[in-house]
């Protein structure tokens, strides 16, 4: 099974980057696609970016296309985000997840069961 640490959040200001990370336990990462949801207060928890199990494939939410770019490096089990240009809308909770049920699209949150603690980014405006 896999478990899953997300970690580089904080608060930046608009305009401002953050790399975020998700480091994965097990042997299997390199197996699956891995995606960035995010959740804002009040929110559901929404779509950001997955990668194919490679690296050589990945989609982005517009609303972060162009700002975030997502990488993985299955040597070290991680998989990142680095976010440019933040916006105050960027604030939420992102947790990086496994697709682990196929069947659905990548940006479909059903593919995505197992989940992180998640890291806090905030963003003043």
């Known amino acids: 099974q896999v478990q899953l640490v997300e970690s580089g959040g904080g608060l930046v200001q608009a305009g401002g980057s953050l790399r975020l990370s998700c480091a994965a336990s097990?042997?299997?990462?390199?197996?699956?696609?891995m995606g960035w949801f995010r959740q804002a207060p009040g929110k559901e928890r929404e779509f950001v970016v997955v990668?194919?199990?490679?690296?050589?494939?990945?989609s982005y939410a517009d609303s972060v296309k162009g700002r975030f770019t997502i990488s993985r490096d299955n040597s070290k089990n991680t998989v990142y985000l680095q976010m440019n240009s933040l916006k105050p809308e960027d604030t939420a909770v992102y947790s990086c997840a496994p697709r682990m049920k196929y069947g659905y699209s990548w940006s479909d949150i059903r593919a995505y069961n197992l989940w992180g603690q998640g890291t806090q980014v905030t963003v003043s405006s």
């Open positions: 990668i194919s199990t490679s690296g050589s494939s990945t």
């Open positions: 097990g042997r299997t990462f390199s197996r699956y696609d």
